[in-house]
C-alpha cells in the first residue's frame, strides 16, 4: 500500500505503505473535539435542536385533509384570492411585449383577430355543404333524390302513389268514396211496373257489373193479396207485404236495400192482380 495523507481540517498526518491501522481521529474545528458514544457514533450538536424538532413535529401532525398543501404567491397576494392585477404575477403569457391578462374567474383571456369570412356557397357553384344539388336534381331531369317524380307521376296519367283519381273520381261524375242518402251526390234511378198477373216480373235490371240500391218503395194494389219483392230471379226474398183491396204502402228507407251480387234482377210477384209498384234508388 503506497503512502497516504490524510488531512483532516488544518491537521495532517502520513500512513506508511501497509499500515492497517489508523489509530485515533479527531473531529474538531481547532478548539472542541466531537465525540464518540459506547456504540461508536459520532455525537453531533445543533444549538438549534428545538426549534428543529418543533418544525418536524408539524410535519408529524399533518392530517389527510392538509397533506402538503401548496401556497403560489409572489410574495405580497396569494392564489386564488389575489386581485386580477397581481395574477399575472405567476404564470405570464407573453410574446415579449405584450402580457396575456388573466380575468376574475382566474380565466386566461383570449383574443381573436382577424376572424375569417366564411363563403359557404361560392359565387358560381351550386353545392351547400356536402350535397351538390346539381347532383341531386340534374338540369333536365324531374329527379328529388331518390325519388323519381316522373315514374311516380307519368305525364299522361292522374295517379299519385296507389291511388288512381281516374278511377276514384271518373269522369262525369262528382262521387269521391261512399254515396251518402240525405245528400243525392248520385244519380238516381227509379223503376215503375204493373204487376196484372201472378208471374214473377223483373222491376229493376242494373247496369251491367252493377248492383242495385233501394232507397224508396211505393206499393198499390187493386185487390186484397201480398206483394213480395226478390233479390235475383228466383232469388232471395226481402220483403213481403199484405195488401187490402184498393191499399198500398210506402217506405222511405232509412238504411238502403242493396243487391247481394253485381247484375242481380229485382223482381216482384202479386198474388192478386193487378198491383202497382215504383222502387227509386241508385246503382253502386
Known amino acids: 500500500m ?3 495523507l490524510l488531512t483532516i481540517g488544518t491537521a495532517s498526518m502520513s500512513l506508511g505503505a501497509s499500515t492497517t491501522v489508523i ?5 474538531t474545528d481547532g478548539t472542541e473535539d466531537a465525540s464518540v458514544n459506547a456504540s461508536n457514533q459520532l455525537e453531533v450538536a445543533e444549538a438549534n435542536s428545538a426549534d428543529i424538532k418543533a418544525s418536524v413535529q408539524v410535519m408529524d401532525d399533518w392530517d389527510s385533509s392538509d397533506k402538503c398543501k401548496v401556497t403560489l404567491t409572489d410574495g405580497t397576494n396569494t ?8 395574477r399575472k404575477g405567476f404564470v405570464a403569457v407573453t410574446d415579449g411585449t405584450h402580457t396575456a391578462d ?4 382566474s380565466q386566461l383571456s383570449v383574443s381573436v383577430d382577424n376572424n375569417p369570412t366564411l363563403s359557404s356557397l361560392p359565387a358560381g357553384t351550386n353545392n351547400i355543404g356536402d350535397v351538390d344539388i346539381a347532383s341531386s336534381i340534374p338540369a333536365g331531369t324531374n329527379n328529388i333524390g331518390d325519388v323519381d317524380i316522373a315514374s311516380s307521376i307519368p305525364a299522361g296519367t292522374n295517379n299519385i302513389g296507389d291511388v288512381d283519381i281516374a278511377s276514384a273520381l ?3 261524375t262528382n262521387i269521391i268514396g261512399a254515396a251518402k242518402r240525405d245528400i243525392v251526390n248520385y244519380t238516381k234511378v227509379c223503376k215503375y211496373v204493373a204487376l196484372a198477373n201472378t208471374n214473377e216480373t223483373t222491376i229493376w235490371d242494373p247496369t251491367a257489373g252493377k248492383k242495385f240500391v233501394i232507397t224508396d218503395i211505393f206499393v198499390s194494389a187493386t185487390a186484397a193479396g201480398t206483394c213480395t219483392l226478390k233479390d235475383g230471379t228466383t232469388g232471395t226474398t226481402f220483403l213481403i207485404a199484405s195488401l187490402a183491396a184498393n191499399g198500398g204502402f210506402v217506405s222511405n228507407l232509412q238504411t238502403p236495400i242493396q243487391s247481394a251480387t253485381a247484375d242481380n234482377n229485382l223482381t216482384g210477384t202479386a198474388s192478386a192482380a193487378t198491383q202497382y209498384i215504383t222502387v227509386c234508388g241508385y246503382e253502386v
Not at 79 to 86: G, K, L, Q, S
Not at 102 to 105: D, Q, T, Y
Open 102 to 105: 388573466i380575468n376574475a374567474s
Open 170 to 172: 271518373p269522369a262525369g
Open 23 to 27: 489509530g485515533k481521529v479527531y473531529v
Open 79 to 86: 392564489m386564488p384570492t389575489m386581485d386580477a392585477a397581481a
Open 2 to 4: 503506497p503512502d497516504v
